[in-house]
C-alpha cells in the first residue's frame, strides 16, 4: 500500500477536481474511487485515486492526422 497518510473526502475532492459533496454521493451510489469507512471517518488511499483516475482515461492522447 501507499507510504503517504490516508486522504479525507476534502483532500480526495480538491485531488480529484470535485465538490466533497460529489465524492459523498458517489460514496452512497457505489461509484468513484474505493475508500475505507475507520468508524464515522471515510478516508482514500491516494493510490487508490491515482488507480481510479487511470481507469477513467480514455485515448491515447494523440493528435488527428490533420494536425501532427
Known sequence: RSS???LNTQESALRLGKASRTLE???WRGLGPPFYKLGRRVV???EDIE???NKCRVGEGKLP???A
Do not use: V
Request: hydrophobic share 35%; proline share 7%.
Open 4 to 6: 503517504m497518510r490516508a
Open 25 to 27: 454521493n458517489w460514496r
Open 44 to 46: 482514500y488511499d491516494p
Open 51 to 53: 488507480k481510479w483516475l
Open 65 to 67: 492526422e490533420s494536425e
